[in-house]
C-alpha cells in the first residue's frame, strides 16, 4: 500500500494544494518499507489527485482539503483522511494501527497564499 501526506518538510500541511512535497510511503504488512520525497509538481483544479492516483498512492493524509479534490480521490478509490496534524512517518504508523481517523475537515475557502 502506498500512503501519501501533504506534507511542509516531515510535517503535515493545512492546505492540501499548496503543499511543498507529498512524502509517499509504501507499506507491507503494517510496516513502512520504502519512503521518498516528491515535490509538489503545481496546484491546478483537478491536477494533483490524478498525480498521486497515477503514483499508485491509495491513501492520501492532509490538515485541510477541498471538496473538488476529495471527490477526485474518492472517483478513483483512493482513501481520505484530513484533519491531521503532526509529523508525517507518526502519521503513517498510526495509519497502520487503525487509530488515524478523518475529522472530515473540509476547505470551503481558498485563502491562496503568494
Same mark, same amino acid.
Given at each position: ?12 500541511? $493545512? ?21 521518498? %520525497? ?7 483544479? =483537478? ?6 492516483? !497515477? ?6 493524509? %492532509?490538515?485541510?482539503? =477541498?471538496?473538488?479534490?476529495? !471527490?477526485?480521490?474518492? $472517483? ?9 496534524? =503532526?509529523?508525517?512517518? !507518526?502519521?503513517?504508523? %498510526? ?6 481517523? %478523518? ?7 481558498? !485563502?491562496?497564499?503568494?
Amino acid at each position: 500500500m502506498k500512503i501519501a501526506i501533504a506534507s511542509e518538510g516531515e510535517f503535515v500541511t $493545512e492546505h492540501f494544494g499548496h503543499c511543498e512535497n507529498f512524502n509517499v510511503f509504501e507499506t507491507k504488512d503494517g510496516e513502512i518499507v520504502k519512503s521518498e %520525497s516528491v515535490p509538489n509538481p503545481g496546484h491546478r483544479p =483537478g491536477f494533483l489527485p490524478n498525480f498521486l492516483g !497515477d503514483l499508485g498512492v491509495n491513501v492520501i493524509i %492532509s490538515g485541510g482539503m =477541498g471538496g473538488g479534490a476529495i !471527490d477526485i480521490f474518492n $472517483e478513483r478509490n483512493i482513501e481520505v483522511i484530513v484533519g491531521a496534524t =503532526g509529523k508525517a512517518e !507518526d502519521l503513517v504508523k %498510526s495509519y497502520l494501527k487503525g487509530e488515524l481517523k %478523518s475529522t472530515g475537515s473540509v476547505c470551503h475557502s481558498h !485563502d491562496h497564499h503568494h
